[in-house]
């Protein structure tokens, strides 16, 4: 399964991109946890039509959805590999939200914190991972 990050607005290049595409890197190099690759990309209306016309799973982040913690993130994780999704996306806005309606999705939030867009990436990339080291029992995530 493949996962992809959604962002709105022009995703510009700084030392997050680094580490967001670190943690790319790190995912693809994990075999065996069902996951082939993490990545981040522009959120186009083009690649929401994509995503409704073949019915693959969107999760927005904002801060007026669910809460969710790692262990929420892991089983919503485990649960499309358990449906066979081939791809999962979450979306992220910009500095202003979003600006389409995205309702009609399920809404997740990191935190009651407010993040910058880049620092909500980054979180976020890093999260993934975390979960994703813990589907094949690697020694990163630790209690």
Do not use: W
Not at 18 to 44: A, F, P, Q, W
Not at 52 to 75: A, M, V
Not at 108 to 131: A, D, M, P
């Amino acid at each position: 399964m493949k996962i992809e990050i959604l962002c709105e607005g022009k995703i510009k290049r700084n030392h997050a991109n680094i580490l967001c595409n670190d943690y790319c890197l790190r995912v693809s190099k994990l075999k065996h946890s069902g996951i082939s690759e993490l990545k981040i990309n522009e959120l186009t209306e083009h690649k929401i039509k994509i995503i409704k016309k073949k019915k693959y799973p969107l999760y927005i982040l904002n801060q007026t959805g669910r809460l969710i913690s790692t262990e929420d993130l892991l089983n919503l994780i485990k649960e499309n590999i358990m449906r066979s999704n081939k791809n999962i996306f979450f979306a992220i806005g910009n500095a202003n939200g979003f600006s389409l309606n995205y309702e009609k999705y399920i809404n997740l939030s990191l935190g009651k914190l407010t993040f910058t867009h880049v620092l909500t990436r980054l979180i976020f990339c890093e999260q993934i991972y975390r979960c994703v080291t813990r589907l094949i029992n690697h020694p990163y995530h630790k209690n």
